[in-house]
């Protein structure tokens, strides 16, 4: 009774062992470049957020320029009236 399915186990066991492997091997391997994917988009992530704090900074320094062109425009203008 066992010694057809001890016959099995032999015959097809070396080759449900080797897929066993290979798919692991496959499932480590994808998972290694979903994790390089991940990584890059993290660093294009960071550079694009770094580019919006240095332009909001800019932008707030032309704002303050502004204002102070305005009031120096503003005093000028009573002046020559």
Do not use: W
């Amino acid at each position: 009774m066992f010694s057809p399915l001890l016959n099995i186990l032999t015959e097809y066991g070396g080759a449900v062992i080797a897929g066993i492997i290979t798919g692991l091997i496959c499932k480590a391997y994808f998972a290694t470049q979903m994790q390089g994917k991940i990584r890059e988009y993290q660093q294009d992530l960071l550079k694009s957020h770094s580019k919006i704090l240095s332009l909001e900074a800019e932008n707030d320094q032309l704002q303050k320029r502004l204002k102070q062109v305005e009031i120096s425009f503003a005093k000028d203008g009573i002046v020559l009236n």
